[in-house]
DNA sequence: TCCCCGAATACTGTTGACAATATTGTTGGC
DNA sequence: GCCAACAATATTGTCAACAGTATTCGGGGA
């Protein structure tokens, strides 16, 4: 969010592991996030913690009441369509506007991450999907030229990992990610913006179904 | 930003009344925020200053260096039309994602807040006038129904007056936003999307065009 | 005169203790 | 046995003092 990363601070720690534990659901929502408690898991002083709580509040991955503190975020079938349609709309237009053809060395670099994210699910290693995972999406969102819109882009993702995760552990699920990847890949090789698009949006479909039928909120 | 706003504390209060210094020009660009100063001049401590700083940092305000301080955030001419870019993205999609006829009692509301912004702007009370200003465009784009998008216009807004108003404090500008206003009240009455969508991207270019010519920057 | 180096200054970062508030548990009246 | 008022606990919010770090200023040497 910030436009340069200041160096890895202890309060920029707990804000990732948080998020780490969020997506990989060993938090839930509305689960309390007692400051102490987490003073003492990161061996530090409540000051920090309470920083990483607020920025979790700014990112919307925690909500905050005043006296009566911090509890994971739970959003409702409903915002959970508004937000990946949010996630369509950015994504749709970040695949748009990349300048295409763009530097080979991307291709490679791309590649390298789409390998690792394929090597990490097949060792079932869930902390180095994720990473890979994200890894790849930032890179190429960023490649749209626009630090707004690759922000805000990172932003929703962030805040989708609420909701995803507590379907997505499933190995389908996951290699036919990998596979999109393989294929968004392909579209950003072969110049073609549109396919792109329809590709990256078509990604963010199954996480969402998933998530909705489990809670019988299909429409 | 957080999904519902929560007693304001005197944090919130900070970061308001430090953002409205931002708009009206009170606060310049690279300008030195001091927090034993702030301190002083809201009569707290340090500690709530430090979180509203960090708070408006997040939101890409002002730019916090370690062991430095903050300052007013500054945008290149590059950024700033990204900045612009991404607001015509989310903007468009908004308006295009109006329900519409929507109910005629918000024809009436925003009529009122378009009066008032009028009002203000024969009254040469800026403050009035900005404050109107960003509730017409809040109450009119939260008509879209997805938070989320709605959020993040209001986010690009916030920064963007950053290089607003160091540009539109003349009459005739603000005359055009007036009359912008009344235009997209129309299109509402209208129930035609594409118009809402075409003046409000409209509506975004002056300021944009402004900052640049002044930077000797224009394409 | 110029440049390097150390002291003084100004500011941010951190800590521990204390105050305020909400929640839980307990007692007494009916 | 049930409810209200009160006490105890848990947790967050605030504060003042101290430590750490960057910047500025001034002196000594070439």
């Known amino acids: 969010m910030s436009r340069e990363s200041h160096a890895p601070t202890s309060v920029q720690t707990i804000t990732r592991t948080l998020e780490v534990d969020i997506v990989l659901g060993r938090l839930y929502p ?29 990112a919307g991955l925690v909500v905050r009441e005043a006296n009566k503190g911090a509890t994971v975020c739970e959003y409702s079938a409903e915002e959970v369509n ?51 995972n994200k890894e790849f999406h930032q890179v190429a969102y960023r490649l749209c030229g626009n630090h707004f819109l690759a922000d805000v882009i990172d932003e929703m993702a962030k ?44 990604h963010l479909q199954p996480s969402r179904l998933m998530y909705l039928e489990k809670r019988g909120h299909l429409a």
């Open 82 to 132: 508004q937000l990946y349609q949010m996630r369509g709309i950015v994504e749709w237009q970040a695949a748009m506007l990349i300048p295409l053809p763009i530097d080979p060395a991307y291709h490679a670099r791309l590649e390298t991450i789409c390998d690792e994210h394929a090597a990490a699910i097949s060792a079932s290693d869930m902390i180095r999907v994720v990473a890979a």
């Open 159 to 202: 805040k989708s990992n609420l909701v995803r995760f507590t379907s997505s552990t499933d190995l389908v699920r996951l290699k036919q990610a990998r596979d999109e990847h393989y294929q968004i890949l392909a579209a950003l090789k072969q110049n073609d913006n549109v396919a792109l698009a329809e590709i990256s949006v078509k």
């Open 30 to 58: 509305r689960e309390r996030l007692v400051e102490e408690q987490l003073a003492n898991r990161f061996e530090t002083s409540r000051h920090v913690v309470r920083q990483a709580l607020l920025e979790l509040e700014i």
